[in-house]
């Protein structure tokens, strides 16, 4: 299986369009860091404009610093990068039907559950590569041009300071989150591929899926939030900024704390269900598919 693993991988990396993901989560970083250097004066007033006079004597680059850079990022990227990771895992079995190649594959000596494995595990694979694309850039570089201090999260009522070494931790577990949420969405995209024949179906499928159910996570309407909302996997996707949100006794931050333990851990545990709902429901139908290409 090791080598059929290997060459799973060399085939997602010898098409052109897996590199348009990383070409455009760097695009749209640089721009973010770009925009943020020379334009980061607004943005922070804006983000502290009901703050007050609290943090009026705070010099701008104390509070724009790599870590804020970084934060802002994740903020506005991860809800876009599932769209991304669905190009590969959409087409891993669509795209070898397709291609009339899906017969010749599970006419050798491996069995369509380990060729499904096989496959999953190339698409995890390119997903973490993704993941770790978008933590050098968003994270790394922005504390290379920004350098680093501590961490202002702006929240509805409050406003959680972290220090400057109670941080990186944080961003190790919230892109281990966002690793757990992603890997869900290319669940999503490759059970889709095991019902067709071609690679856009899956694709804008599970594109049009993330628009929608994205739209009814951010949408503030008491309805959705009580109905819908606690039962889609977006909702749960965003649980890596509850890494970010403090405990405070007196108006303190507690140092190396995390408000809300259990919630986070709710929503990797239904973002990992979900994960094992879709590929159950590939291992099912693939295991009984009359394959004729």
Known sequence: MIELLKIEIFK????????????????????????????????????????????????????????L???????????????LVALVSGDSIA?????????????????????LIVKFTASVIYTLLLLIWV?????????????????????ELQ?????SDDVLWRYALAFCFAAIGLICVSALA?????????????????????????ILTQMQIPFYDETIKPYLFTTHML????????????????????????AILKSAGILIAYTAFFLGVAFWYFKRKNILS
């Open 239 to 262: 649980g890596w900024k509850g890494f970010f949100y403090v405990k405070a006794v007196d108006g303190v931050t507690e140092k190396g704390s995390i408000e809300n333990v259990s």
């Open 69 to 83: 850079v970084c934060f802002v990022i994740l903020n506005l990227l991860l809800i876009h990068i599932p769209i």
């Open 12 to 67: 997602i990396f010898k098409k052109p369009r897996t590199y348009i993901a990383f070409a455009v989560i760097a695009l749209i970083i640089i721009l973010i860091q770009i925009a943020l250097k020379f334009g980061g004066k607004e943005y922070v007033g804006l983000m502290m404009s009901g703050m007050g006079d609290t943090f009026e004597e705070v010099p701008i680059k104390t509070i724009l610093n790599g870590y």
């Open 95 to 115: 795209g070898e039907a397709s291609m009339g190649t899906l017969r010749l594959l599970v006419s050798k000596p491996v069995s369509r559950i380990q060729l």
């Open 159 to 163: 406003f959680n300071v972290m220090e």
């Open 135 to 155: 933590a050098v850039l968003a994270l790394f570089l922005s504390i290379l041009l920004f350098g680093v201090n501590w961490l202002g999260v702006p929240r």
């Open 190 to 214: 490759f059970m889709l591929s095991v019902f067709s024949d071609n690679s856009i179906g899956p694709i804008v499928i599970t594109v049009c899926v993330i628009i929608v159910f994205t």
